[in-house]
């Protein structure tokens, strides 16, 4: 059985990095169950092992930490949930891509429950939404924001860091980095999108997605 885990206050970035490594760590001995982690982050910003310098338009605007999950620079604050994923996937195959693709149709599955159609697009890591309401960008392509935010790391084939979702954080403070790299598309949250959703609705719907995406482990 994976075990939820949920923190009602904001959760430090070094201090929940920390509590992941361990259970990671724990998890690869045999020592400790799989687990997803529900939290907030105070207002920051992160950059993955494929950040660029120049993505980070305001450094000073919010603290910045450095870390060694896959993607670029991304936001995480208040408003937002943050899921941390800590699977074996000794047992549930070793299979990277395959693992990420369950994320993503994790998040889609969960969004479904508010009728959001999000979808994933080619050379664009995480979930989008369509915005047709919106003028299109000047080479005439559709406007789409991005409402979900997906990060891995893996060691001894467990998983850790995960996904994050805005269901109402302040759109603003994403304009201190070019999010996950890409220019041109902005970002979006539940609210953003007229829906009355709560941090708690979010997560009753992740907890019920889960099963169906990732099934059980193997024995």
């Known amino acids: 059985m994976v075990e939820w885990i949920t923190s009602d206050a904001p959760v430090p970035y070094d201090i929940a990095v920390t509590e992941m490594e361990a ?14 982690w529900l ?11 494929s950040a660029r310098p120049a993505d980070l338009i305001d450094p ?35 299979d990277v891509r395959a ?68 269901v109402e954080p302040d759109l603003s403070h994403f304009d201190g980095i070019v999010p996950c790299g890409i220019n041109g598309h902005g970002v979006t949250s539940l609210v953003d999108l007229g829906l009355p959703v709560t941090m708690d609705d979010l997560d009753v719907a992740l907890k019920q997605r889960f099963t169906t995406v990732f099934g059980s482990a193997e024995p």
């Open 99 to 166: 693992y990420v693709q369950k994320l993503e149709a994790w998040v889609i599955g969960a969004l479904d429950a508010f009728n959001v159609h999000g979808e994933i697009r080619d050379g664009r890591v995480g979930v989008w939404v369509a915005r047709p309401e919106k003028p299109p960008l000047p080479d005439g392509s559709p406007r789409e924001d991005k409402i979900a935010a997906i990060g891995v790391r893996l060691r001894k084939w467990v998983s850790f860091h995960g996904v994050s979702i805005n």
């Open 23 to 36: 259970r990671a760590n724990a998890i690869a001995r045999g020592e400790a169950g799989e687990a997803v």
């Open 39 to 49: 939290l907030e982050h105070p207002a920051l910003y992160t950059a993955g092992t």
């Open 60 to 94: 000073d605007r919010f603290p910045v930490f450095q870390t060694r999950r896959g993607g670029q620079y991304t936001y995480h604050g208040p408003g937002q949930r943050v899921a941390y994923v800590m699977l074996d996937l000794n047992t549930r195959g070793r």
